[in-house]
């Protein structure tokens, strides 16, 4: 894994003609600029949220997105090498953005104390894990080909299967489609938009912390399970507190690691989204602009959802049904 990782290192630090494009396919949709933004802040509630259904809420978001986005890099993992599909560019840095969050959510986050809760989180972090590792194939995959610029006449690009007016063509425009794309989507760019060595070091930086999270997070969560107190012990304890004796059970002998792990997880997050979202992601094509439906329905769904509880809490309040209720159980 390490002489192919920096194999490819190599291959992609390499410098590409000027007058040469890549074959790619544009930034679907659903991983816009706005659906990010939106996972972000989802992601950062998840961690730093105080009222628990909102936490809620944000991490079965979190959850999908993340799970249908590794679903999609399963089908990425088979590359066409004529035609980088930018939606494991953009895959890789969410992915792992999603498992470094991993730890501080069970760490600090109220929501997953449940046996039953952390296991279906648990099933979800080994999904996003092996989705992870599928874009981190792709990047150790050799480049993607390169092909001399076909421009007409009076020196327009021919970016498009659909361009017409152009005596030359691309042989990644006759390629074999992906499954889930269609051969017209295939857009011709400058290679080195997405062969710039600051995008190649930051990916390399993403890699790197990908693989170290997905082979410490079993042992984070193994030692959590180990620290994890029944709720027989928890009664045990709090009854020796109140006798006045000296509580000896599980708590007391916590480990710091788990803690400083999640703690180191929470700002590798941090740094993965920012050089990822200046250096790799920015200037990639997308195929929809930030104003297309696509990208803000995100946004309204979630501000609806929270509107209809705002308006239910307050009907609520106003009608009195918790206050009666009170009264009636303090009798």
């Known amino acids: 894994m390490a002489s192919r990782l920096f194999t490819s290192i190599t291959i992609l630090a390499s410098p590409v003609a000027a007058d040469t494009i890549t074959c790619i396919y544009p930034i679907s949709g659903q991983y816009g600029l706005l659906p990010r933004i939106f996972f972000y802040i989802t992601l950062f509630l998840c961690i730093y949220g105080r009222n628990e259904w909102l936490i809620a809420a944000c991490l079965l978001s979190v959850m999908t997105f993340t799970g249908t986005g590794a679903i999609h890099a399963f089908v990425l993992a088979k590359r066409n090498p004529a035609v980088l599909d930018l939606d494991a560019r953009v895959l890789l840095p969410l992915l792992a953005a999603g498992l470094l969050c991993?730890?501080?959510?069970?760490?600090?986050?109220?929501?997953?104390?449940?046996?039953?809760?952390?296991?279906?989180?648990?099933?979800?972090?080994?999904?996003?894990?092996?989705?992870?590792?599928?874009?981190?194939?792709?990047?150790?995959?050799?480049?993607?080909?390169?092909?001399?610029?076909?421009?007409?006449?009076?020196?327009?690009?021919?970016?498009s299967p659909r361009d017409g007016g152009f005596n030359c063509t691309y042989t990644c425009f006759s390629s074999s489609a992906s499954p889930i794309r269609g051969r017209n989507d295939v857009i011709a760019v400058n290679s080195n938009t997405v062969n710039a060595e600051p995008q190649t070091k930051m990916l390399v930086f993403t890699v790197v912390i990908t693989l170290v999270c997905i082979v410490c997070l079993p042992l984070y969560a193994i030692a959590v399970r180990?620290?994890?107190?029944?709720?027989?012990?928890?009664?045990?304890?709090?009854?020796?507190?109140?006798?006045?004796?000296?509580?000896?059970?599980?708590?007391?002998?916590?480990?710091?690691?788990?803690?400083?792990?999640?703690?180191?997880?929470?700002?590798?997050?941090?740094?993965?989204?920012?050089?990822?979202?200046?250096?790799?992601?920015?200037?990639?094509?997308?195929?929809?602009?930030?104003?297309?439906?696509?990208?803000?329905?995100?946004?309204?769904?979630?501000?609806?959802?929270?509107?209809?509880?705002?308006?239910?809490w307050w009907i609520e309040r106003s009608s009195g049904v918790k206050v009666t209720t009170k009264v009636v159980r303090s009798t």
């Not at 999904?127 to 080909?145: D, H, K, N, Q, Y």
């Not at 599980?250 to 710091?256: D, E, Q, T, V, Y």
């Not at 590798?268 to 930030?290: K, M, Q, T």
């Open 102 to 159: 991993f730890s501080p959510i069970l760490q600090w986050s109220g929501t997953l104390r449940s046996q039953s809760g952390r296991r279906i989180f648990e099933l979800w972090g080994a999904l996003v894990a092996v989705g992870a590792l599928c874009c981190i194939g792709g990047f150790l995959s050799p480049r993607t080909e390169t092909e001399v610029e076909c421009r007409s006449a009076d020196g327009t690009l021919r970016r």
């Open 226 to 312: 180990k620290s994890d107190t029944t709720p027989k012990d928890q009664e045990e304890t709090r009854l020796k507190q109140s006798l006045g004796a000296k509580a000896t059970g599980g708590a007391g002998k916590k480990s710091m690691l788990p803690k400083l792990f999640a703690t180191f997880c929470a700002g590798a997050v941090i740094a993965v989204v920012s050089v990822n979202e200046r250096f790799v992601i920015r200037g990639l094509e997308s195929a929809e602009e930030p104003y297309a439906v696509g990208q803000w329905s995100g946004f309204v769904t979630a501000a609806l959802v929270v509107s209809a509880t705002a308006i239910n």
